[in-house]
């Protein structure tokens, strides 16, 4: 049972657009969540965070909401540049440190930035 | 400060054998994670330790899989008797105080042929 859900295996976008990555999630228990991104060969950078007090966290082109009522978060990147391309991961916890169990990753979204 | 070191990028065992994937955390981390990857998956968590303690090993199968994370050295992933469907990306993190600060390394990709 898949707690982390992020249902679109890939997103196309134009570059200078606005990049729009969902996440749904089941656990009512997470209140902290995080937006990674992965480049082939390399692992997860961690991007931007958001505790389930606020329902927006915004740093540089990114932002991410978070809508608690609908269990629901996105990530948005604007403007949409080349160097975004990568494989997108929403990840969620049941405490801000993550540490007792860890973090639960969803399968991830690949964004494409077409030129 | 190189960040979170894992070695190797890529192993490549026979069924049977047993594999050993090493991560050395960002200096002054105590804390360290190993998540798994498998084709098309996202990242599974797998075990939580600190220096010399097994905090959290929910996520590790029970058999043919362990960790350690000694006082000196680096946190050793082992998994013993591999199989087919062991093959996957290891990723190890680590973090200072918890989740904030947590860096991944780039992973070893393990092949069992």
């Known amino acids: 049972d898949q707690q982390v859900k992020q249902n679109s295996p890939s997103l196309s976008v134009q570059e200078g657009r606005i990049s729009i990555l969902?996440?749904?999630?089941?656990?009512?228990?997470?209140?902290?969540?995080?937006w990674y991104k992965k480049y082939p060969a390399e692992g997860p950078t961690f991007l931007i965070s958001?505790?389930?007090?606020?329902?927006?966290?915004?740093?540089g082109?990114?932002?991410?909401?978070?809508?608690?009522?609908?269990?629901?978060l996105s990530l948005h990147i604007v403007?949409?540049?080349p160097g975004d391309s990568a494989v997108y991961f929403c990840a969620a916890s049941g405490q801000s440190g993550g540490g007792a169990d860890g973090l639960t990753f969803g399968k991830g979204t690949h964004l494409i930035i077409q030129p | 400060n190189a960040g979170v070191m894992q070695n190797p990028r890529h192993l490549v065992r026979r069924r049977?054998?047993?594999?050993?994937?090493?991560?050395?955390?960002?200096?002054?981390?105590?804390?360290?994670?190993?998540?798994?990857?498998?084709?098309?998956?996202?990242?599974?968590?797998?075990?939580?330790?600190?220096?010399?303690?097994?905090?959290?090993?929910?996520?590790?199968?029970?058999?043919?899989?362990?960790a350690e994370?000694?006082?000196?050295g680096p946190s050793i992933l082992?998994?013993?008797?591999?199989v087919r469907g062991d093959s996957a990306a290891y990723f190890c993190a680590s973090s200072l105080t918890g989740l904030d600060g947590?860096?991944?390394g780039s992973g070893t990709r393990l092949t069992v042929v």
């Open chain 2, 78 to 82: 082992r998994i013993q008797q591999v």
């Open chain 1, 79 to 81: 403007p949409s540049q």
């Open chain 1, 22 to 34: 969902n996440c749904d999630y089941t656990n009512s228990m997470f209140d902290y969540f995080l």
């Open chain 1, 50 to 59: 958001i505790s389930s007090i606020k329902d927006k966290n915004e740093d």
């Open chain 2, 16 to 66: 049977g054998q047993e594999a050993r994937l090493r991560c050395s955390p960002m200096k002054g981390h105590s804390h360290v994670y190993w998540y798994r990857q498998l084709p098309e998956e996202g990242l599974k968590f797998m075990v939580y330790l600190q220096k010399e303690n097994i905090i959290d090993e929910s996520g590790m199968p029970k058999e043919r899989f362990s």
């Open chain 2, 69 to 72: 994370f000694p006082k000196e």
């Open chain 1, 61 to 72: 082109r990114f932002t991410v909401f978070l809508n608690k009522s609908a269990k629901h």
């Open chain 2, 102 to 104: 947590y860096t991944f």
